[in-house]
């Protein structure tokens, strides 16, 4: 059963005890912080010589990486990796810049990809709030930025985390990001705030009307190549822990080669796409969408599109982000479910530790 209405404060209050439609809000103001942390960092190792960038980190620390990819993969001087999981890919080497990136710091896929790291001799960096991955830092004398624990859990501090990446990777100058261009996406990312925030009706609330549209079908998230990849998997992901729903993403064009042959008739109302877009799509991605759009109808699949706001790929990423971000907490609230916590991963994590 869904609720009635998003519009009481009172309601939207008590259904997220956590505050997370307000950690949302705040995106911009941690990118500003982020991104000063990152570049504070005094011991970053010289970006001279460099020959790719391996990015490890797992889930809502991990997704850091993805953004920077999607934002930079076109203009980076070199590869920009993301790497999920124990191990490093086999090139990384003593001219690889790894950063491994860790809210808690404890995650033990990212702590061993770091200790891989180090045996190889990679220039490296840790980004996290503390944990192991800190205690290592300290005693292997690795830099490390320190992320801010004003947030209490690792998705919610995404601006932290890939603005912290961004510094560390524009200090190296491996990517351009100068403090200008992140105070533009902050900016953007306040108004944003505005446009989407509890206060502001149903009627003219883009998030709470997506979430109110998506119900209790499972999303498509597909998004266009380029910035918006990385805001593909980041709904997903948010669908899947504050809404507590299975969710997909995919890219296009890729998807048009193999996903859209399996909406067959069992698709129909149980699904319910959403394709992200972007300005700096390639000329041919119009028609592509138009057809797929066609092709979702004749599966009985209803779709939107959702255009990314501001003209450069960082502000695309994130304006997508926060838009899906917002949506996916409404979503969670309409169907009665407090945002925050994730009460699956914690026992499996809490079982694997044990
Ligand atoms: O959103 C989450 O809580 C998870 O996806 C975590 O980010 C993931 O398990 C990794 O933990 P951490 O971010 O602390 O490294």
Redesign the pocket.
């Known amino acids: 059963m869904q609720l009635a209405t998003l519009d009481d404060p009172a309601v939207i209050r008590a259904a997220d005890p956590g505050g997370m439609l307000g950690l949302i809000a705040g995106t911009g103001r941690q990118l500003l912080r982020g991104f000063e942390l990152g570049t504070d960092t005094g011991l970053i190792p010289s970006g001279e010589g460099i020959d790719a960038v391996v990015m490890c980190?797992?889930?809502?620390?991990g997704i850091a990486g993805d953004v920077v990819r999607s934002a930079f993969g076109g203009v980076a001087r070199v590869p920009l990796v993301v790497s999920k999981g124990y191990s490093l890919p086999g090139f990384c080497g003593r001219d690889s810049l790894v950063l491994a990136v860790?809210?808690?710091g404890?995650?033990e896929e990212?702590v061993a990809a770091y200790a891989q790291a180090i045996a190889r001799g990679c220039r490296v960096v840790t980004v996290c709030a503390g944990g192991e991955l800190a205690a290592l830092s300290e005693a292997d004398d690795t830099p490390r930025v320190s992320i801010p624990g004003d947030v209490s859990?690792?998705?919610a501090a995404l601006g932290y985390l890939s603005a912290a990446t961004m510094g560390v990777l524009s200090s190296a100058e491996v990517v351009p990001p100068e403090a200008e261009a992140i105070r533009a996406v902050a900016n953007l990312l306040d108004k944003l705030a505005a446009e989407l925030e509890p206060e502001r009706p149903e009627p003219e609330n883009k998030a709470k009307a997506l979430a109110r549209w998506i119900g209790e079908r499972t999303p498509l998230v597909w998004a266009t190549e380029g910035p918006a990849e990385a805001a593909g998997l980041r709904w997903k992901t948010q669908w899947n822990?504050n809404a507590k729903m299975a969710a997909f993403c995919s890219v296009l064009p890729e998807l048009d080669h193999n996903e859209i042959e399996g909406l067959g008739e069992a698709a129909r109302s149980r699904f319910a796409a959403v394709i992200l877009r972007h300005p700096n799509e390639h000329p041919r991605m119009a028609v592509r969408v138009d057809a797929t759009i066609d092709a979702l109808a004749r599966a009985g699949v209803e779709a939107q599109q959702v255009w990314a706001r501001g003209s450069t790929p960082l502000e695309a990423v994130f304006s997508l982000i926060m838009l899906g971000d917002f949506a996916s907490a409404y979503a969670a609230i309409l169907r009665g479910i407090d945002p925050t916590p994730?009460p699956v991963?914690t026992n499996l994590?809490e079982r694997l530790r044990s």
Not at 57 to 61: A, I, P, Q, Y
């Open positions: 980190g797992m889930g809502g620390s860790s809210f808690s404890n995650t990212t859990m690792p998705r822990e994730v991963l994590k």
